[in-house]
């Protein structure tokens, strides 16, 4: 396939917050993860003229996103050349770590779609572990009006994980 503006506007919707997330698993940092997606990026974009045809893109930009991450490995830590993707849990395989990549996006692009409010007290709850009184306190609201921001911000990821799964696979 030739890379045109539109495909490649595209291809960068699709797995630019997968690749994000790919390199993170790598890198261990957001923003070295999120520079290295977006020069890959880059350089696929001054390659577009050159008439390169790509018969993956997918295959071919986690490949690039993933060599890339490992050259910036290998460069930062003088002690380990070994360089393999990892989580909480330690060493994963590269499908894996694909495979968690597309899921972890897919839920931040439902949890990107939540209501402002509902999304605000989602994350309080869950990424930062606050107790529903605390962001009751923090937000200046009830605690009913938490609770009741909370199942809604449930019941919209759930319905919402299906529509972006759906979305991309049909």
């Given amino acids: 396939m030739a890379i045109n503006t539109d495909t490649f506007k595209e291809n960068f919707r699709i797995y630019y917050r997968p690749l994000c997330l790919f390199a ?3 890198l261990h940092d957001i923003d070295n993860a ?4 977006q020069d890959c990026f880059a350089e696929l974009w001054e390659r577009k003229d050159s008439g390169m045809e790509i018969s993956d893109i997918k295959s071919y930009l986690y490949s690039m996103v993933r060599n890339r991450c490992i050259d ?3 460069k930062d830590s003088l002690i380990d050349s ?7 849990e330690g060493i994963i395989s590269e499908e894996e770590c694909e495979e968690r990549s597309y899921d972890e996006a897919r839920l931040w692009t439902a949890i990107d779609s939540l209501p402002e409010k509902c999304r605000e007290v989602f994350l309080l709850a869950k990424r930062d572990g606050m107790k529903y009184e605390e962001i009751a306190v ?3 609201i009830s605690v009913n009006t938490v609770k009741n921001q909370m199942n809604k911000a449930l019941k919209n990821l ?13």
């Fill in 24 to 26: 993170l698993h790598y």
């Fill in 34 to 37: 999120e520079d290295t997606v």
């Fill in 72 to 74: 910036i490995a290998k």
């Fill in 82 to 88: 070994n360089v393999q993707p990892s989580d909480l």
């Fill in 138 to 140: 923090r937000m200046n």
């Fill in 158 to 170: 759930k319905e919402g994980i299906r529509k972006v799964y759906l979305f991309f696979f049909g």
